[in-house]
């Protein structure tokens, strides 16, 4: 079975201040870890995902996440947050054996303060 | 390129209606599924589809039913409607069943109430 966990319903930051969404996994075989984005009343949007041996990945709209193997985590982070960044932030997982459906995290709302 | 279009948007169901959301994507991908997000549970998996004529459950599939009857549209179906369905639906594509590191792309979503 694979499971995500972000243990943050809500991250608030000020505009300027760097940024850490929390993800964490667990899966039987190699993960395949992907970060989404949804703004209201919109679909989800692909940010970035895990290419095995980099441990930061570069993805969109400045955002990067770090892989962390001995702590299955996969943090999603940036530099200097913007207002336009608040959004529903979804970390989620697959493994190449079996059904490869894409199990997703709860969320977690981010909210940029002026 | 529309991507992957949804409809209807909006729709509110008696309970034991049935009705079918539509979903169609124009680039030629592989894989389609279909998810339902409710507050503080992410999306979770109704149904998914490798190919055409190939479909198979998710988490969730009680109650829904899919057909793959070409590679464009993947419909999902509300047998007997349940307050229990109230939720937002997304379809959602990717370009390779077999490729596990191909990200989804995903339509705007059905806000379903069912009373």
Known sequence: ?114 | NAGVTQTPKFQVLKTGQSMTLQCAQDMNHEYMSWYRQDPGMGLRLIHYSVGAGITDQGEVPNGYNVSRSTTEDFPLRLLSAAPSQTSVYFCASSYSAGAPNSPLHFGNGTRLTVT
């Not at chain 1, 993805?59 to 336009?84: D, I």
């Open chain 1, 1 to 114: 079975a694979q499971s995500v966990a972000q243990p943050e319903d809500q991250v608030n930051v000020a505009e300027g201040n760097p940024l850490t969404v929390k993800c964490t996994y667990s899966v039987s075989g190699n993960p395949y870890l992907f970060w989404y984005v949804q703004y209201p009343n919109r679909g989800l949007q692909f940010l970035l995902k895990y290419i095995t041996g980099d441990n930061l990945v570069k993805g969109s709209y400045g955002f990067e996440a770090e892989f962390n193997k001995s702590q299955t985590s996969f943090h999603l982070k940036k530099p200097s947050a913007l207002v336009s960044d608040s959004a529903l932030y979804f970390c989620a997982v697959r493994v190449d054996t079996g059904r490869r459906a894409l199990t997703f995290g709860s969320g977690t709302r981010l909210q940029v303060q002026p």
